[in-house]
């Protein structure tokens, strides 16, 4: 893995972290009151630390499985940890969804081309992929720091449910 793969990593992993202090302090400083972003952006920044410290750079294929696995669990503990507490979903959980829906897609792909394909050269979608992973998780970021739907992704929803 290059130099600045790993020094971005660590950006990321540092902003998952500190989206949860924010919203920690402010939980306890009654500046903002939602649970919903306290919930996920902590179970965020664990995932993501465990994720990131977890494994090893061994620069195989497989690693884009246990990705995938994290980002399931990821989904599966934020949604009930919500469940449990009877806390609705806040702006920032729906992109946290969304976000590694996509991810774990493109893990999904990762790991097909370079497994199954046996494809070993860098190629447009492996760019694809280095693209998209980092901008959704900074937006991810974004959106567990602000909570705002700056995409317009509620839009989306709401134009399903009218259907």
């Not at 202090?21 to 179970?43: A, D, E, P």
């Amino acid at each position: 893995m290059s130099s600045f793969a790993l020094h971005f990593d660590t950006i990321i992993l540092i902003g998952m972290g500190l989206s949860f202090l924010l919203n920690l302090f402010f939980y306890v400083s009654n500046i903002n009151k939602q649970v919903s972003l306290l919930i996920t952006s902590g179970v965020m920044a664990v995932s993501y630390f465990t994720s990131n410290h977890l494994f090893l750079m061994d620069n195989t294929s497989w690693v884009y499985l246990d990705w995938i696995m994290y980002d399931i669990v990821t989904i599966l503990i934020i949604y009930a940890f919500h469940k449990v507490k009877s806390v609705e979903f806040s702006t920032a959980a729906y992109y946290v969804f969304f976000g590694l829906t996509i991810n774990t897609l493109l893990f999904a792909g990762m790991l097909f081309d370079t497994i199954a394909l046996d494809e070993k050269e860098p190629w447009f979608f492996w760019y694809l992929y280095t693209f998209t992973v980092n901008t959704v998780d900074i937006i991810m970021i974004s959106v567990l720091i602000l909570n705002r739907d700056f995409l317009l992704l509620k839009r989306l929803k709401f134009l399903y449910k009218n259907e």
